[in-house]
């Protein structure tokens, strides 16, 4: 016990002084609380001796009040300084959650669900927030409370002193053993606690191929089953706590009983004052009241133990920014020099080298899986490379800390994840100090400003988590506004114009030519239109350059280009006209 309140302390950071205020408020009201038996000493003295006087009620109600008085305004400032450390504790943790994940290799996001994540941010934390508060303070409160009042039973009769702290030594051998049971169990209930989070999230975010394939009873049976699974562990933790809860409250009636039976036989002996004797036969079921409550609590250290583990789990992981510094380079040449990478056992890139001139276009193809994404992934640092170096401006990316590394590149993605706040916000999140004027000039350059005045509350209007309630290509543009905003100096598009539709893409290739103006490109492509006039194209096959030139010299040899410039050709040849397939002239 005594090792999992010092994880919790080292756990609590900041805020443990906190609760170790709230901690020593605890300890004066335990005390304030004793003085009730103080109160009842006093009467039960005047009753035995038959001097009960107006001034010995006016002394005894004055102790009962002070007691009550005190009790009051101390539980009130010890709570209130536990809850401000739970409710802190948490919030520090999630925001260091939050930053670390900024800096982890994207690896660690392929490696660990995302229902692992999202349950230790929420739910393993809001078990932090609210078993921590109950338990920590309970039980120490509980031992406190029972080591006070059986230490003060000395005044009366070391014997009945002994017997009821047998009772609190005897409490925590068993409460040792309850521990290690549920230390046993703890992390299995957390493990079904994030196969559930996985299982829900997989079905909300499945739900349209659920709908679209008629799945809804399989979809169903997997989340019923992780329900079940869930269940079963909570149940299996219950079940194994009662004998335990019930052993530990047998041993407090059997410790309150001996030492109400040890008082009587001292007083029929004479060698315990009536008064005394009275006095612990009122007190000896009282003395455990709140140890009997904080056993029914112990249990579930362990489990904070484990939730604590979960989340030192996530700060244990790597992080990619620790040698970095803040540079500027002079130019911004982008070099990779016999780079490899891999993910896991199978290697995606195989010793590739190129250089990527300031100021110019360079448009990357290729068939599908052959690391194309990888490729520019690994410029901007969302993974090192297993061997060799990429560089900007002659300084290896690794150099870099990952925030000055991402100062002089934008990227915009095939699949835009916009966050579910204004249109405003969304536009400036990479410049959150920009004005509405900025904004409304870097929809304008991105061709959004139309639609975005179309809608309800224009740039105030609250999209959807992931932009849900707008097109594909409304988002698109919409990305391509707030890397404006960004404004720097090298640009990534991966396949950026990929998934839009007709009607759209004029606008957005209209965007894109705003965006890039005077800028290093980089370009995931596979429509003709936007690779051709690249100042160098690479071929990318099986991880490895096929080709490199331009569209002028790679046409004028065979190869892998070539082929894919007569195949999206022959495509355009094609049409469908009054519900047959039709070839132009």
Not at 291 to 313: P, T, Y
Not at 405 to 427: A, C, G, K, R, T
């Amino acid at each position: 016990m005594i090792t999992s309140f010092r994880k919790f302390f080292a756990f609590a950071g900041r805020q443990s002084r906190s609760w170790y205020l709230g901690l020593f408020y605890e300890v004066i009201r335990c005390i304030l609380e004793a003085l009730q038996f103080a109160a009842l000493f006093v009467v039960l003295d005047a009753l035995v001796h038959d001097t009960m006087t107006r001034q010995t009620a006016l002394v005894a109600f004055g102790i009962m009040l002070a007691s009550v008085i005190g009790t009051i305004i101390f539980w009130d400032l010890a709570h209130g300084k536990e809850g401000e450390g739970s409710y802190r504790m948490c919030e520090d943790k999630r925001i260091q959650i939050g930053a670390r994940m900024k800096y982890m290799p994207m690896g660690y996001f392929n490696s660990h669900s995302l229902g692992n994540l999202t349950s230790v941010s929420t739910a393993t934390m809001s078990d932090l927030e609210s078993m921590s508060f109950a338990v920590i303070v309970r039980t120490l409160v509980g031992v406190m409370h029972a080591s006070i009042f059986s230490l003060a039973m000395c005044v009366f009769s070391w014997k009945i002193s002994l017997i009821f702290l047998s009772g609190v030594v005897l409490f925590m051998v068993i409460n040792t053993m309850l521990l290690r049971c549920s230390k046993r169990l703890s992390p299995q209930r957390l493990e079904a606690q994030t196969v559930f989070m996985d299982a829900v999230l997989e079905y909300i975010q499945g739900m349209g191929v659920v709908r679209a394939f008629h799945l809804a009873d399989k979809s169903n049976s997997a989340l019923e089953q992780s329900i079940r699974d869930t269940q079963r562990k909570n149940q299996l933790i219950e079940r194994q706590r009662i004998p335990y809860i019930a052993a530990e409250q047998v041993v407090l009636r059997i410790a309150s009983a001996a030492a109400a039976f040890c008082a009587i036989v001292l007083f029929v002996n004479g060698t315990l004052a009536l008064t005394f004797c009275l006095m612990i036969l009122v007190s000896a079921f009282m003395v455990y009241s709140q140890l009997e409550s904080a056993g029914e609590m112990f249990f579930m250290l362990s489990m904070i133990d484990a939730s604590i583990d979960r989340v030192e789990e996530i700060h244990q992981t790597p992080q990619m920014d620790i040698d970095g510094k803040d540079q500027t380079p002079a130019w911004l040449d982008i070099e990779m020099q016999d780079v490899c990478f891999s993910y896991g056992e199978k290697q995606v890139i195989d010793h590739v080298s190129l250089r990527i001139p300031q100021g110019t276009t360079t448009a990357i193809v290729g068939p599908s899986g052959s690391g194309k994404t990888t490729l520019v992934n690994l410029i901007a640092r969302f993974w090192d490379v297993d061997s060799g170096s990429v560089r900007l401006g002659g300084i290896d990316v690794r150099n870099y800390k990952l925030d000055s590394l991402m100062q002089h590149i934008s990227m915009v993605f095939q699949n835009v994840y916009l966050f579910p706040d204004s249109i405003e916000n969304n536009i400036k999140f990479g410049a959150p100090k920009a004005s509405h004027e900025d904004v409304v000039k870097a929809a304008k350059a991105a061709r959004c400003h139309d639609f975005i005045m179309a809608l309800p509350d224009g740039y105030d209007t609250v999209i959807g988590e992931g932009g849900a309630t707008i097109s594909g290509g409304e988002k698109q543009r919409l990305s391509i506004a707030r890397a404006m905003m960004k404004d720097a100096p090298i640009i990534i598009l991966d396949e950026a114009t990929a998934n839009v539709d007709p009607e759209n893409e004029a606008a957005l290739q209209k965007a894109i030519e705003a965006l890039t103006r005077g800028k290093t490109i980089i370009m995931i492509a596979h429509r003709l239109k936007t690779v051709k006039n690249a100042d160098q194209i690479i071929v990318l096959d099986q991880g490895k350059i096929a080709q490199q030139g331009t569209h002028a010299e790679l046409m004028a040899q065979p190869g892998i280009y070539a082929a894919f410039v007569g195949t999206r050709e022959k495509a355009s040849g094609w049409k469908i006209q009054a519900g047959a397939i039709e070839r132009r002239s």
